[in-house]
């Protein structure tokens, strides 16, 4: 019994009036037989489905049962859809094409072209152009072990590329900024972590199930520490390169230098990850205050070019 054609089966009926077996059985490829035991099913699941015998007879699901069309406006459905249709591949299963059935079957014929176009009004892909292809595979990997409450065992490497082996029980996958990140229980650090999946190798899913543990959403909102964290430095810039520093900070940091450059207030903390977020712009980036990160700059400049000497 496909768990799929039963969905489908009770998306039928919310949508017609009355259907026959036969009808249902040539939808489906499958014999009459098979389509009353469905409709048995669907039942024992709850569903009050009722059937005639007879000219005209067939089954149908109580009326007091089915949901009125009218519940959702145009506006409603539109932004259902485009909520549906935008997410990311991981979650696209028989889940969401159930989900955008159900929801298109509350669409009336006169309306869903207009619905349809505005739901397409927004198209939201996350696949990287390049990078990390294990990306996708993992993700599904995770997935299952999710859904199975198994055990993951892999390889992670930390920001300084330190390998550690080990063994993780999965509780959520959580997509941040573009990145994707493994939720879980670790056990060589007896505690919960987040591990970044760019940084995983070697995924495998183990035999041995876990049981579940009180489990908190992790931390991902950290503009608040970050402010208290940041100063500003004045960095100027050429044109070219806006549009990624204003990943960094928004258009009021900039002021014209020019016709071809920019002054920006820019905000910095004295890391490693902001001084390679400076390097990341080229020579078309230039430190200008406060001198000591101008200095160090430098410095570090003149290491890279010592590298290549020779």
Known sequence: MKVDRLVSIIMILLDKERIGAKELANMFEVSPRTIYRDIDAIIMAGIPVHGTVGLGGGFEIMPEYKVDRKVFSAADLSAILMGLSNLPNIARGNALINALAKVKSFIPAESAKDIELKANQIHIDLSP????????????????????????????????????????????????????????????????????LSRISDLQMQEEAFTLRDYQN?????????????????????????????????????????????????????????????????????????????????????????????
């Open 129 to 196: 152009w390049i990078g990390n292809r294990n990306i996708q595979t993992y993700l599904e990997l995770v997935k299952t072990a999710l859904q199975k409450s198994k055990l993951l065992s892999f390889e992670y490497s930390d920001r300084y590329g330190n390998k550690t082996a080990r063994t993780a029980e999965p509780y959520q996958l959580v997509l941040k900024s573009t990145h994707w990140y493994l939720s879980g229980y670790c056990h060589k650090r007896k505690d919960f972590r987040l591990f970044k």
């Open 218 to 310: 992790p931390q991902l909102d950290f503009a608040e520490v970050l402010e208290g964290l940041q100063t500003k430095i004045k960095i100027r810039i050429h044109k070219s390169i806006m549009d990624s520093v204003l990943d960094y900070c928004t258009y009021e940091h900039f002021s014209s230098d020019g016709d071809e450059h920019y002054i920006v207030n820019f905000p910095f903390i004295e890391n490693e990850y902001y001084y390679n977020i400076l390097f990341s712009f080229g020579d078309k980036c230039e430190c200008l205050e406060p001198l000591h990160i101008r200095s160090e700059m430098k410095r570090r400049i003149q290491d890279i070019a010592a590298l290549y000497k020779n």
